[in-house]
Nanobody, 121 residues
Framework: QVQVVETGGGLVQPGGSLRLSCAASGSIINIYDMAWYRQAPGKQRELVAMITRSGNTNYADSIKGRFTISRDNAKESMYLQMNNLAPEDTAIYYC???????????????WGQGTQVTVSS
């Protein structure tokens, strides 16, 4: 009974900012890698940013310098601060958590349902 939920999406004008949150809950033993993905209509899903439990990060070239990924292990949460947003950033943003749980003790990936980000004037 593990659940991953994204929040914080919405409509913003070009140049604006949004902060996305991802919260995991349930019988979690440990969360390892967490990552943000996004998918626009008609396009492939792409990795936006990822972060390990110790805080090591990787970013896609398309957003490097504009987005910042972070996490709070105590809250089992992850965040994506998005600045200087452009129309090309419009997509559904998904959270993925790689974790172990009491029920499935090997590492498994859990996905949220996504949150819509729309950048438009």
């Amino acid at each position: 009974q593990v659940q991953v939920v994204e929040t914080g999406g919405g409509l913003v004008q070009p140049g604006g900012s949004l902060r996305l949150s991802c919260a995991a809950s349930g019988s979690i033993i440990n969360i390892y890698d967490m990552a943000w993905y996004r998918q626009a209509p008609g396009k492939q899903r792409e990795l936006v940013a990822m972060i390990t439990r110790s805080g090591n990060t990787n970013y896609a070239d398309s957003i490097k310098g504009r987005f910042t990924i972070s996490r709070d292990n105590a809250k089992e949460s992850m965040y994506l601060q998005m600045n200087n947003l452009a129309p090309e950033d419009t997509a559904i943003y998904y959270c993925k958590a790689s974790l172990t749980s009491l029920r499935l003790r090997d590492i498994n990936d859990y996905w949220g349902q996504g949150t819509q980000v729309t950048v438009s004037s």
